[in-house]
């Protein structure tokens, strides 16, 4: 068992990390397997979340306008990653949008990853599909927040617990 995990999700205006911003962050943060914290903000994108992504997600440029900016959260979302590896459903998504984010304040992030989806083809290598609706289903979790940050890392929490259940430590 590692030290410390942080599995986090965000919720983003697009899928490029160059051009598109986060506008959610939800994060659970584990020491020694045990849950210490627990912390989720929407983010002021700075830029007009498309039609397609507020219908997905249900977040609106309204919902964001007082929201504080990624400069606002950054030191904050840094104490929750400092000394943990960060985990995450398709981590190079949600790593490279939080690097992205930290390039444009001068920072250079290095953080130690892991992707869900890679650990589920690793122990049900017999599925296809490994994307967190697939996952979902075969594990029969629900979420009443599906595309919203901390509705997503709860799914991931859920299917790490069924998988323990099923499998084992």
């Not at 901390?150 to 084992?168: H, I, N, T």
Request: hydrophobic share 40%.
């Amino acid at each position: 068992m590692l030290p410390s995990v942080t599995y986090l999700d965000l919720e983003t205006t697009g899928a490029t990390p160059l051009k598109d911003r986060i506008t959610e962050i939800a994060l659970v943060r584990f020491d020694h397997g045990i849950e210490v914290a627990r912390w989720q903000t929407l983010v002021n994108p700075e830029q007009p979340i498309p039609a397609f992504i507020q219908q997905l997600t249900g977040i609106d440029n309204e919902m964001v306008a007082n929201a504080p900016t990624f400069a606002e959260v950054s030191d904050k979302l840094l104490s929750f990653l400092e000394g943990s590896v960060l985990a995450a459903h398709n981590v190079r998504f949600d790593h490279g949008f939080i690097k992205s984010e930290f390039k444009r304040l001068n920072y250079t992030l290095r953080q130690k990853v892991i992707c869900t989806v890679k650990l589920s083809r690793l122990l049900y290598p017999e599925h296809r599909s490994h994307g967190l609706d697939a996952i979902m289903q075969r594990h029969n979790i629900t979420s009443i927040a599906r595309h919203r940050a901390m509705g997503d890392v709860e799914s991931v929490l859920a299917f790490l617990d069924s998988a323990k259940l099923e499998l084992g430590d």
